[in-house]
Nanobody, 122 residues
Framework: QVQLVESGGGLVQPGGSLRLSCAASGRVSSINDMGWYRHAPGKQRELVAIISSGGVTKFADSVKGRFTISRDNAKNTVYLQMNSLKPEDTAVYYC????????????????WGQGTQVTVSS
């Protein structure tokens, strides 16, 4: 059984930084895209950033220039570095893996982590 385990959320003041991590555990062979989404109260879940297995990235306009995404394919881990955080970044952040293949050859089209709370407040 494969799953995504997130860490790194918390409370930070405006202008501060946080780094989120998401590791795919289990018998993972490869993963196509890995990304982060967020869900704020009263809003729809939105894409924050995504990175392909080859390192191609895409960001929401609202986080461009402030957030970076990276991954370690050997560790099946994706990171989200969040700088210059704003109160409007407050949300539950979810990790997502697309096209995960395990060592038995099973392909998981899309897997989600459990979510981690990020709160930006003074």
């Amino acid at each position: 059984q494969v799953q995504l385990v997130e860490s790194g959320g918390g409370l930070v003041q405006p202008g501060g930084s946080l780094r989120l991590s998401c590791a795919a555990s289990g018998r993972v062979s490869s993963i196509n895209d890995m990304g982060w989404y967020r869900h704020a109260p009263g809003k729809q879940r939105e894409l924050v950033a995504i990175i392909s297995s080859g390192g191609v990235t895409k960001f929401a306009d609202s986080v461009k220039g402030r957030f970076t995404i990276s991954r370690d394919n050997a560790k099946n881990t994706v990171y989200l570095q969040m700088n210059s955080l704003k109160p409007e970044d407050t949300a539950v952040y979810y990790c997502n893996a697309v096209g995960l293949r395990d060592t038995s050859g099973n392909i998981y089209r899309s897997i989600w982590g459990q979510g981690t709370q990020v709160t930006v407040s003074s």
